[in-house]
């Protein structure tokens, strides 16, 4: 078996997966994948976080994220 | 050859798709990769039901009792005789194979037949995911030999420029023919099919395929529900027969 995937560990970025239920509820982090590009990290959020029934799901690059403050700088 | 044909070759090769990515569920590059081989599985095994529901709305149900003895009578491509070793063959299949079943899929809900157009719509959402995973890894470059491969099969499953396939889209059943399936899939797949000779006098047209052989034995038993009972305790065994 062939291994030594470089798109597993050099290439790969971490996205963060954000769904909600209904159209009432707001967007919330449920969890995130890793994955080399966009494409394949919509593929990898819907066969993970799938079980539920949710109306909508986004994801984002956790790069693109902008922190205004993190966990202890308040 | 009917469209009943069509559809039964769908679904046994939908069947064989799940069985073989669901097989590297716990064997793919990265923890991701084994949900969506799982995820991807648990889909198909889901649309090759589907696809067997329909066969009764359609007419005559085209399977034969030598499905029950025989694996060579199951219709299955012969990319999915054997479980796959190397990944290159799974991405091979899912970026390929995968799409040409959906492209085909695509066609029938396209078609004027009112079972295929209704049933079979929702497959086409999911197998987005199968497609953009499939695509995704194709890119990244992978072993030829599985590569052409498939294509190769790709294109006996789409059959000959003037078989059945093309028929039924004269009849307006099918929404596309050979020709167009082949070049839908060099569309998405944003390559050109390689050069690949496919000997049509050799062809089945039931199974749509041109080599000989069939489905491994282990598999065959294991869709029978042999496997199953082997490993059954020797009181079920007695309370069984």
Same mark, same amino acid.
Request: net charge negative; with cysteine; charged share 30%.
């Given at each position: 078996?062939?291994?030594?995937?470089?798109?597993?560990? #050099?290439?790969?970025?971490?996205?963060?997966?954000?769904?909600?239920?209904?159209?009432?509820?707001?967007? %919330?982090?449920?969890?995130?994948?890793?994955?080399?590009?966009?494409?394949?990290?919509?593929?990898?959020?819907?066969?993970?976080?799938?079980?539920?029934?949710?109306?909508?799901?986004?994801?984002?690059?956790?790069?693109?994220?902008?922190?205004?403050?993190?966990? #202890?700088?308040? | 050859?009917?469209?009943?044909?069509?559809?039964?070759?769908?679904?046994?090769?939908?069947?064989?798709?799940?069985?073989?990515?669901?097989?590297?569920?716990?064997?793919?590059?990265?923890?991701?990769?084994?949900?969506?081989?799982?995820?991807?599985?648990?889909?198909?095994?889901? %649309?090759?039901?589907?696809?067997?529901?329909?066969?009764?709305?359609? #007419?005559?149900?085209?399977?034969?009792?030598?499905?029950?003895?025989?694996?060579?009578?199951?219709?299955?491509?012969?990319?999915?005789?054997?479980?796959?070793?190397?990944?290159?063959?799974?991405?091979?299949?899912?970026?390929?194979?995968?799409?040409?079943?959906?492209?085909?899929?695509?066609?029938?809900?396209? #078609?004027?037949?009112?079972?295929?157009?209704?049933?079979?719509?929702?497959?086409?959402?999911?197998?987005?995911?199968?497609?953009?995973?499939?695509?995704?890894?194709?890119?990244?470059?992978?072993?030829?030999?599985?590569?052409?491969?498939?294509?190769?099969?790709?294109?006996?499953?789409?059959?000959?420029?003037?078989?059945?396939?093309?028929?039924?889209?004269?009849?307006?059943?099918?929404?596309?023919?050979?020709?167009?399936?082949?070049?839908?899939?060099?569309?998405?797949?944003?390559?050109?099919?390689?050069?690949?000779?496919?000997?049509?006098?050799?062809?089945?047209?039931?199974?749509?395929?041109?080599?000989?052989?069939?489905?491994?034995?282990?598999?065959?038993?294991?869709?029978?529900?042999?496997?199953?009972?082997?490993?059954?305790?020797?009181?079920?065994?007695?309370?069984?027969?």
């Amino acid at each position: 078996m062939s291994t030594g995937y470089k798109r597993v560990s #050099g290439d790969a970025v971490e996205y963060e997966v954000f769904a909600r239920k209904a159209r009432v509820d707001p967007l %919330h982090l449920v969890g995130s994948v890793v994955a080399p590009d966009a494409d394949l990290a919509m593929a990898y959020a819907r066969a993970t976080y799938d079980e539920e029934r949710w109306c909508e799901m986004a994801i984002v690059r956790k790069d693109d994220v902008i922190r205004l403050w993190s966990p #202890g700088e308040t | 050859m009917s469209l009943s044909d069509l559809v039964l070759s769908l679904a046994d090769n939908k069947q064989m798709l799940g069985l073989r990515y669901a097989e590297w569920a716990t064997r793919a590059p990265s923890l991701e990769a084994d949900i969506a081989a799982a995820a991807m599985g648990l889909d198909d095994l889901g %649309h090759s039901r589907v696809l067997y529901g329909c066969l009764e709305p359609l #007419g005559a149900d085209p399977r034969e009792p030598e499905r029950e003895s025989d694996a060579g009578a199951i219709r299955n491509l012969a990319y999915f005789d054997e479980p796959w070793t190397e990944w290159s063959q799974f991405v091979a299949a899912n970026a390929i194979l995968d799409t040409s079943f959906t492209l085909m899929i695509e066609s029938c809900v396209g #078609g004027s037949v009112e079972v295929l157009r209704h049933r079979l719509r929702k497959m086409l959402m999911e197998e987005r995911y199968h497609f953009l995973h499939g695509r995704s890894w194709l890119r990244s470059g992978i072993d030829n030999t599985a590569l052409v491969r498939a294509w190769q099969e790709a294109l006996e499953f789409f059959g000959p420029p003037d078989g059945e396939v093309e028929q039924l889209h004269r009849e307006g059943k099918l929404a596309v023919g050979p020709a167009e399936l082949r070049t839908r899939l060099e569309e998405q797949l944003e390559t050109k099919a390689p050069k690949v000779t496919v000997h049509w006098n050799l062809w089945d047209p039931k199974r749509r395929r041109t080599a000989e052989g069939a489905i491994d034995e282990h598999t065959f038993g294991m869709l029978r529900g042999l496997e199953e009972k082997k490993y059954a305790p020797p009181t079920a065994k007695q309370a069984a027969s």
